[in-house]
T-cell receptor
Framework: GAGVSQSPSNKVTEKGKDVELRCDPI?????LYWYRQSLGQGLEFLIY????????KSGLPSDRFSAERTGGSVSTLTIQRTQQEDSAVYLC????????????FGPGTRLTVL | GNSVTQMEGPVTLSEEAFLTINCTYT??????LFWYVQYPGEGLQLLLK?????DKGSNKGFEATYRKETTSFHLEKGSVQVSDSAVYFC???????????FGKGTRLHILP
């Protein structure tokens, strides 16, 4: 079966531009998570969606970051006015509601802000 | 706040050596603890977990024991292989929260 997919796999953008990163979770997984993996910073939680509940946005680093999840499936992470410090690998994961311990990760989108 | 601290890498060992990667946590309450692994070119995946004190998680020859008294969850393997080369992340999840808090990761290199 298909795993978590993310697109694009690589994105190079200029400082100040907006970018959109997409995540397709595993079918049937109601929980979806975004993380950021920066060099030397490990894996940083950004935002979490669970079913129709309000998302947990506690990890978003600034108001330039936002995410939405349409129809309880696909999610888009948007970064406005990108900065060089936004360069990182952005990972998406999904899980069943009853097994949040077992998150399945996508391959990530490598974002480079020039 | 809740956090995880793990030993910095890279860790380089010869094949068949004994491995320990240290991990300690800070949490208000009693979290579930995990080790995730990221093999080269692959996505992050759950390696093992323990949900309460004194539980031992194990998988693929790796083990980790949940030690409440020392707030630790050290990863061990008796005899490593070249194929174990990867980045290992210690992590926790609080029982009323679904998000996982990860450590910074430890890169492991195993030499043949």
């Amino acid at each position: 079966g298909a795993g978590v997919s993310q697109s694009p796999s690589n994105k190079v953008t200029e400082k100040g531009k907006d970018v959109e990163l997409r995540c397709d979770p595993i079918s049937g997984h109601t929980a979806l998570y975004w993380y950021r993996q920066s060099l030397g910073q490990g894996l940083e939680f950004l935002i979490y969606f669970q079913g129709n509940s309000a998302p947990d946005k506690s990890g978003l680093p600034s108001d330039r970051f936002s995410a939405e999840r349409t129809g309880g499936s696909v999610s888009t992470l948007t970064i406005q006015r990108t900065q060089q410090e936004d360069s990182a690998v952005y990972l998406c994961a999904s899980s069943l509601a009853r097994t949040p311990d077992t998150q399945y990760f996508g391959p990530g989108t490598r974002l480079t802000v020039l | 706040g809740n956090s995880v601290t793990q030993m910095e890498g890279p860790v380089t060992l010869s094949e068949e050596a004994f491995l320990t990667i240290n991990c300690t946590y800070t949490a208000t309450g009693y979290p579930s603890l995990f080790w995730y692994v990221q093999y080269p070119g692959e996505g992050l995946q759950l390696l093992l977990k323990a949900t309460k004190a004194d539980d031992k998680g194990s998988n693929k020859g790796f083990e980790a024991t949940y030690r409440k008294e020392t707030t630790s969850f050290h990863l061990e393997k008796g005899s490593v292989q070249v194929s174990d080369s990867a980045v290992y992340f210690c992590a926790l999840r609080m029982n009323r929260d679904d998000k996982i808090i990860f450590g910074k990761g430890t890169r492991l290199h195993i030499l043949p």
